[in-house]
């Protein structure tokens, strides 16, 4: 326990400013104390610099004075209010990312999916976002800060010509407090200027602000930004102690600073107050943050699990002075989490065997700016199969996906990469585990991936220790995990639970009998690579048939039972759920996307998805493949394979038995069959009775269009948003698994912002109103602006009839987050 943890009340040190105006600190009584916190993801203008060719760059820090030698001598796009014309810029909203707006070519970065832009493509390498706001009058007095999610990437700020600083990583959120730039009751300009490039990871990573920015305003005396912590532990009888911490920055006068208290509540998911308390302090300097804390009972807590993800919020309310300042909602759970060296993971004293996937945050039609709406439903995806844990590789993520997580029930290992013992990498761990220590879902934290030059040595493991030690003094309700790969015996021998990146590193049981306290669990392992719908192997189409031996090693299936089969080891999460641009590895150009993904780039599920539903979930599973749709390939013999968890199945070709075969646990079945068109039915049988039939039938040509949207009904706030699978059936209404017609769409009420079909070497363009079928299957990303009202899309293809969905977009919600226009 950190000594704050028993003295409940510290000073932690100085704050950064001291407020030199007389301010009123009754800021206001209501319901929020004063704070407030407002979207500005709209209206940014936007245009492209240059990195070195400062003509280009609009003649920015080519003063005699630059703004790093004078304060507020920010120019160019850089430059204050009047001083900089960006009115023929490109208008946009956020999260924007604008390397998905490039082609691909074929000289582009494999790693990053072969774009036009990064290394090599200098005049769209540095991007420039400009906002100018209206700050009132009546804000003077407050801190006001402006608060960016994640900037990809190298981003300088500057707010009225004032520079603020620069943020290396693409990956951390960061803040400056611009209280003391602002003009009070006139017009400020934002400027960002962020630079790709340098590449930052090694798969496809967007470009510029592709999270959300906020403007964060509070009275003097408030609640730290990410200063909360709050810890929960059930007893035997089942009740919960709620243990609190909050950081209050104090920047009061002295005679003012007695008096200072905060109240806390918890409330629970109907909105009822289930425990309150409230701690006091007195006579703190100006200037200071200081650390409170208390301790609530919840008496009949509902625990946070994978099934029943129920959230509390924590309600803190700073009073200073005789009034209310501050008040924060934060949202939490009420759960345990412990590994065991030899049982592996429990959840509430419940063991639960940890199945996963990694993932980057990259989806069809809008690379890394990702939209609230689509973080659930690519969690929803992923639960689908029974997952239940997500490795953030190899970055702490969005924060909204940490939400989606929370809410949904997905556990999380989240990550930060760049391994060191400096404040530069002491400080993203800092960063890291305070902005996301209070969401339940996650349950470890990692501190790298793969670190060849330093994991199997002496160098590698102290590093490692001082990093877990930093770690640990920051949270020590959660263990730390390093991903592994080849090199065995440095990092390995001193971090408290061993990522083991691909079994065919190393023996994992070996590991088990040497270390003995170490817990040990499958960061990576390998699935089945292949493209979906495709059963041979065409290179030039940058097409794969699915990989027997995929390029660490092993399948989906080999993986699994190794992992299965040890009751030590905690699970095992495989390299990767979704397929990301990047790493098409072991194809090239034209290939642009990887394909180890257990889903493809839209989120259609590959053939082992199946397997998996079927070992890790009690649904009943009955999958065939290939589809059977071959002409011109009668006679020849196919490898068809059935992924089930029935205890035995039975394949007919147009009613002929080819045999029954029991079902190896964890296993797939599969028989030689000749081709022939006409029907592939299985029969899953439990207790010697058919239980389920699934049929694979030869299709005809593609007749008509279907849309089905994961939602329909939709909040009209210019960020909420509707995926929509499209697919085509032949006549008989069947859906046709080969079908590849150009599919074009339209849309009233609404925008299109993205479509993709998951072919991971198509080189059509994601933001556009039209798309090819691949395989049957592609995908339209609809959002709503602030008109509510009926959105209408529809869809239409050469031959075909066509589709049509309506969608309702209503105010209701929308004003639950207010914004800056
Ligand atoms: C791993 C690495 C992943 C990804 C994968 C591709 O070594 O950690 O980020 O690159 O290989 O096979």
């Given at each position: 326990?950190?000594?704050?943890?028993?003295?409940?009340?510290?000073?932690?040190?100085?704050?950064?400013?001291?407020?030199?105006?007389?301010?009123?600190?009754?800021?206001?009584?209501?319901?929020?104390?004063?704070?407030?916190?407002?979207?500005?993801?709209?209206?940014?203008?936007?245009?492209?610099?240059?990195?070195?060719?400062?003509?280009?760059?609009?003649?920015?820090?080519?003063?005699?004075?630059?703004?790093?030698?004078?304060?507020?001598?920010?120019?160019?796009?850089?430059?204050?209010?009047?001083?900089?014309?960006?009115?023929?810029?490109?208008?946009?909203?956020?999260?924007?990312?604008?390397?998905?707006?490039?082609?691909?070519?074929?000289?582009?970065?494999?790693?990053?999916?072969?774009?036009?832009?990064?290394?090599?493509?200098?005049?769209?390498?540095?991007?420039?976002?400009?906002?100018?706001?209206?700050?009132?009058?009546?804000?003077?007095?407050?801190?006001?800060?402006?608060?960016?999610?994640?900037?990809?990437?190298?981003?300088?700020?500057?707010?009225?010509?004032?520079?603020?600083?620069?943020?290396?990583?693409?990956?951390?959120?960061?803040?400056?407090?611009?209280?003391?730039?602002?003009?009070?009751?006139?017009?400020?300009?934002?400027?960002?200027?962020?630079?790709?490039?340098?590449?930052?990871?090694?798969?496809?990573?967007?470009?510029?602000?592709?999270?959300?920015?906020?403007?964060?305003?509070?009275?003097?005396?408030?609640?730290?930004?990410?200063?909360?912590?709050?810890?929960?532990?059930?007893?035997?009888?089942?009740?919960?102690?709620?243990?609190?911490?909050?950081?209050?920055?104090?920047?009061?006068?002295?005679?003012?600073?007695?008096?200072?208290?905060?109240?806390?509540?918890?409330?629970?998911?109907?909105?009822?107050?289930?425990?309150?308390?409230?701690?006091?302090?007195?006579?703190v300097e100006a200037g200071e943050t200081v650390e409170l804390g208390s301790a609530l009972a919840v008496t009949k807590p509902q625990l946070w699990s994978i099934e029943t993800p129920v959230l509390y919020t924590l309600v803190a309310e700073v009073s200073a002075g005789g009034a209310v300042v501050d008040?924060?909602?934060?949202?939490?759970?009420?759960?345990?989490?412990?590994?065991?060296?030899?049982?592996?993971?429990?959840?509430?004293?419940?063991?639960?065997?940890?199945?996963?996937?990694?993932?980057?945050?990259?989806?069809?039609?809008?690379?890394?700016?990702?939209?609230?709406?689509?973080?659930?439903?690519?969690?929803?995806?992923?639960?689908?199969?029974?997952?239940?844990?997500?490795?953030?590789?190899?970055?702490?993520?969005?924060?909204?996906?940490?939400?989606?997580?929370?809410?949904?029930?997905?556990?999380?290992?989240?990550?930060?990469?760049?391994?060191?013992?400096?404040?530069?990498?002491?400080?993203?761990?800092?960063?890291?585990?305070?902005?996301?220590?209070?969401?339940?879902?996650?349950?470890?934290?990692?501190?790298?991936?793969?670190?060849?030059?330093?994991?199997?040595?002496?160098?590698?493991?102290?590093?490692?220790?001082?990093?877990?030690?930093?770690?640990?003094?920051?949270?020590?309700?959660?263990?730390?995990?390093?991903?592994?790969?080849?090199?065995?015996?440095?990092?390995?021998?001193?971090?408290?639970?061993?990522?083991?990146?691909?079994?065919?590193?190393?023996?994992?049981?070996?590991?088990?009998?040497?270390?003995?306290?170490?817990?040990?669990?499958?960061?990576?392992?390998?699935?089945?690579?292949?493209?979906?719908?495709?059963?041979?192997?065409?290179?030039?189409?940058?097409?794969?048939?699915?990989?027997?031996?995929?390029?660490?090693?092993?399948?989906?299936?080999?993986?699994?039972?190794?992992?299965?089969?040890?009751?030590?080891?905690?699970?095992?999460?495989?390299?990767?759920?979704?397929?990301?641009?990047?790493?098409?590895?072991?194809?090239?150009?034209?290939?642009?996307?990887?394909?180890?993904?257990?889903?493809?780039?839209?989120?259609?599920?590959?053939?082992?998805?199946?397997?998996?539903?079927?070992?890790?979930?009690?649904?009943?599973?009955?999958?065939?493949?290939?589809?059977?749709?071959?002409?011109?390939?009668?006679?020849?013999?196919?490898?068809?394979?059935?992924?089930?968890?029935?205890?035995?199945?039975?394949?007919?070709?147009?009613?002929?038995?080819?045999?029954?075969?029991?079902?190896?646990?964890?296993?797939?079945?599969?028989?030689?069959?000749?081709?022939?068109?006409?029907?592939?039915?299985?029969?899953?049988?439990?207790?010697?009775?058919?239980?389920?039939?699934?049929?694979?039938?030869?299709?005809?040509?593609?007749?008509?269009?279907?849309?089905?949207?994961?939602?329909?009904?939709?909040?009209?706030?210019?960020?909420?948003?509707?995926?929509?699978?499209?697919?085509?059936?032949?006549?008989?209404?069947?859906?046709?698994?080969?079908?590849?017609?150009?599919?074009?769409?339209?849309?009233?009420?609404?925008?299109?912002?993205?479509?993709?079909?998951?072919?991971?070497?198509?080189?059509?363009?994601?933001?556009?109103?039209?798309?090819?079928?691949?395989?049957?299957?592609?995908?339209?990303?609809?959002?709503?602006?602030?008109?509510?009202?009926?959105?209408?899309?529809?869809?239409?293809?050469?031959?075909?009839?066509?589709?049509?969905?309506?969608?309702?977009?209503?105010?209701?919600?929308?004003?639950?987050?207010?914004?800056?226009?």
């Open positions: 326990m950190r000594a704050s943890f028993r003295s409940w009340i510290r000073v932690t040190g100085l704050v950064s400013f001291v407020v030199s105006v007389a301010v009123s600190l009754v800021m206001a009584a209501d319901a929020s104390g004063g704070r407030e916190r407002l979207r500005m993801d709209d209206g940014w203008r936007f245009a492209f610099g240059h990195p070195s060719d400062t003509k280009k760059d609009f003649g920015h820090a080519t003063g005699y004075f630059a703004y790093i030698t004078k304060t507020g001598f920010g120019d160019g796009p850089a430059a204050p209010v009047g001083k900089f014309d960006d009115s023929a810029w490109r208008t946009l909203d956020l999260p924007h990312d604008w390397a998905v707006e490039q082609p691909n070519v074929a000289n582009g970065s494999h790693s990053h999916g072969y774009r036009a832009v990064g290394p090599g493509f200098p005049d769209v390498n540095v991007g420039w976002y400009r906002k100018t706001i209206t700050i009132p009058k009546e804000d003077l007095g407050r801190r006001i800060s402006l608060v960016f999610d994640g900037v990809f990437r190298a981003s300088r700020v500057w707010v009225n010509g004032f520079y603020l600083g620069e943020e290396p990583s693409g990956y951390l959120g960061f803040r400056y407090d611009v209280s003391d730039y602002l003009n009070y009751g006139g017009e400020n300009v934002i400027a960002v200027r962020c630079d790709v490039t340098m590449e930052e990871g090694w798969f496809y990573e967007g470009a510029g602000i592709y999270r959300h920015v906020w403007l964060e305003k509070t009275a003097p005396v408030h609640l730290v930004a990410d200063g909360t912590t709050i810890v929960t532990d059930v007893d035997e009888a089942g009740a919960a102690k709620v243990q609190v911490w909050s950081e209050v920055a104090h920047a009061l006068g002295k005679a003012e600073a007695a008096g200072m208290s905060v109240r806390y509540l918890v409330i629970d998911a109907d909105g009822k107050s289930v425990a309150e308390a409230a701690t006091e302090m007195q006579g008040r924060v909602e934060t949202k939490f759970g009420i759960r345990t989490v412990r590994f065991d060296p030899n049982e592996g993971f429990f959840l509430n004293g419940k063991h639960v065997k940890l199945k996963g996937t990694n993932n980057h945050q990259d989806h069809a039609g809008v690379g890394a700016a990702i939209p609230d709406a689509l973080q659930d439903f690519r969690i929803k995806a992923l639960k689908a199969m029974g997952s239940n844990v997500y490795r953030c590789s190899h970055n702490p993520p969005t924060p909204e996906l940490l939400d989606a997580c929370d809410r949904l029930g997905m556990l999380v290992i989240d990550e930060t990469r760049l391994m060191g013992s400096n404040p530069l990498h002491l400080d993203a761990v800092e960063r890291m585990i305070r902005r996301d220590r209070n969401h339940p879902s996650v349950i470890m934290w990692s501190l790298g991936n793969e670190e060849w030059a330093i994991e199997g040595n002496i160098t590698g493991a102290r590093i490692t220790t001082t990093m877990q030690a930093f770690a640990k003094r920051l949270d020590p309700t959660r263990m730390m995990t390093v991903a592994i790969s080849g090199g065995w015996g440095g990092i390995s021998t001193v971090i408290e639970a061993m990522g083991v990146n691909y079994i065919r590193h190393g023996d994992t049981d070996k590991q088990h009998k040497e270390f003995p306290w170490q817990v040990i669990l499958g960061t990576e392992e390998t699935t089945t690579q292949a493209t979906r719908g495709i059963y041979f192997d065409d290179k030039e189409r940058g097409h794969m048939a699915p990989l027997e031996d995929g390029t660490s090693g092993g399948n989906v299936e080999t993986g699994w039972k190794h992992y299965a089969a040890r009751p030590y080891l905690a699970g095992v999460i495989y390299w990767t759920g979704f397929d990301y641009r990047g790493e098409p590895n072991p194809l090239k150009w034209p290939a642009v996307s990887s394909q180890f993904g257990i889903l493809d780039t839209c989120g259609f599920p590959k053939d082992s998805f199946y397997y998996l539903k079927a070992w890790w979930t009690d649904e009943p599973v009955l999958h065939v493949f290939p589809h059977w749709n071959w002409p011109g390939k009668e006679g020849q013999e196919f490898d068809v394979r059935v992924h089930s968890n029935h205890e035995a199945v039975e394949l007919l070709l147009n009613g002929k038995s080819l045999g029954k075969q029991d079902m190896p646990r964890n296993g797939h079945l599969a028989w030689k069959v000749a081709y022939a068109p006409g029907a592939l039915e299985a029969r899953g049988y439990r207790g010697g009775k058919v239980v389920e039939t699934r049929t694979v039938e030869t299709r005809g040509l593609a007749a008509k269009l279907v849309m089905t949207p994961d939602r329909t009904a939709l909040t009209a706030d210019n960020q909420d948003v509707s995926v929509i699978t499209v697919s085509a059936l032949d006549a008989q209404g069947r859906a046709v698994p080969v079908a590849d017609n150009l599919v074009t769409f339209e849309i009233t009420g609404g925008k299109i912002i993205g479509v993709g079909n998951g072919d991971p070497a198509s080189h059509e363009a994601d933001k556009a109103s039209e798309r090819k079928l691949f395989n049957g299957l592609a995908q339209v990303i609809v959002q709503t602006t602030y008109q509510a009202g009926p959105m209408v899309l529809k869809a239409k293809s050469e031959g075909l009839s066509g589709a049509m969905v309506e969608f309702t977009s209503s105010q209701a919600g929308a004003a639950a987050v207010a914004r800056v226009k």
